[in-house]
Antibody, heavy 122, light 111 residues
Framework: QVQLVESGGGVVQPGRSLKLSCAAS????????MHWVRQAPGKGLEWVAV????????NYGDSVKGRFTIARDNSKNTLYLQMNSLRVEDTAVYYC???????????????WGQGTTVTVSS | DIVMTQSPLSLPVTPGEPASISCRSS???????????LDWYLQKPGQSPQVLIY???NRASGVPDRFSGSGSGTDFTLKISRVEAEDVGVYYC????????FGQGTKLEIK
């Protein structure tokens, strides 16, 4: 069964840190790049970060660059997002998603988790 | 950075009628490999997003054929030939040529 399950969300004060996890099953995890995408309350989707299948390349959205770090452990089929120096505006549901792209083939973000909620508040 | 702009932002539709959503990118999404990196996603109420269309015009697995994507360069369209009640939600276009960015979303509702 193809599944992504996020965890680690919660309430945190501004300036503090939080680490999200995304556990993958049934998707051949180590063959695919992975994304984090977030959605602030009542707002649209915002791309956060991507990591290549082998972890060799990472990219970030401008709003999180220098504060967030994406990582993966292919031996554990798990994706991570380390979030430091959190701000009120980082409050959102955070989704992980599979990047179905290999060589010259591309099929979009075709598997999504159910999301985990991060609330940054004093 | 590539900016994605959708219209309309709200779309009331009568069941059985067609619907169309426009998406414009601030620069061409055509890659040198010949692919155009424009996707469409639907987020149904209370659910995670799901891919509908990839590479501008390819339906994702399991997507009904009433959904179609078209366009090239900087102008793209998602069409629903006959809207059904289950199609309600927010539709997003997304570019994947230079990193990734989403449009603002178009909320489709049933009249």
């Amino acid at each position: 069964q193809v599944q992504l399950v996020e965890s680690g969300g919660g309430v945190v004060q501004p300036g503090r840190s939080l680490k999200l996890s995304c556990a993958a099953s049934g998707i051949n995890f180590n063959n695919y790049g992975m994304h984090w995408v977030r959605q602030a309350p009542g707002k649209g989707l915002e791309w956060v970060a991507v990591i290549w299948h082998d972890g060799s390349n990472k990219n970030y959205g401008d709003s999180v660059k220098g504060r967030f770090t994406i990582a993966r452990d292919n031996s554990k089929n798990t994706l991570y997002l380390q979030m430091n120096s959190l701000r009120v505006e980082d409050t959102a549901v955070y989704y992980c998603a599979r990047d179905n792209a290999r060589a010259d083939e591309y099929y979009g973000m075709d598997v999504w988790g159910q999301g985990t909620t991060v609330t940054v508040s004093s | 950075d590539i900016v994605m702009t959708q219209s309309p932002l709200s779309l009331p539709v009568t069941p059985g009628e067609p619907a169309s959503i426009s998406c414009r990118s601030s620069q061409s999404l055509l890659h040198s490999n010949g692919h155009t990196y424009l996707d469409w996603y639907l987020q149904k109420p209370g659910q995670s997003p799901q891919v509908l269309i990839y590479l501008a015009s390819n339906r994702a697995s399991g997507v009904p054929d009433r959904f179609s994507g078209s366009g090239s360069g900087t102008d793209f369209t998602l069409k629903i030939s006959r809207v059904e009640a289950e199609d309600v939600g927010v539709y997003y276009c997304m570019q994947a040529l230079q990193l990734y960015s989403f449009g603002q979303g178009t909320k489709l509702e049933i009249k």
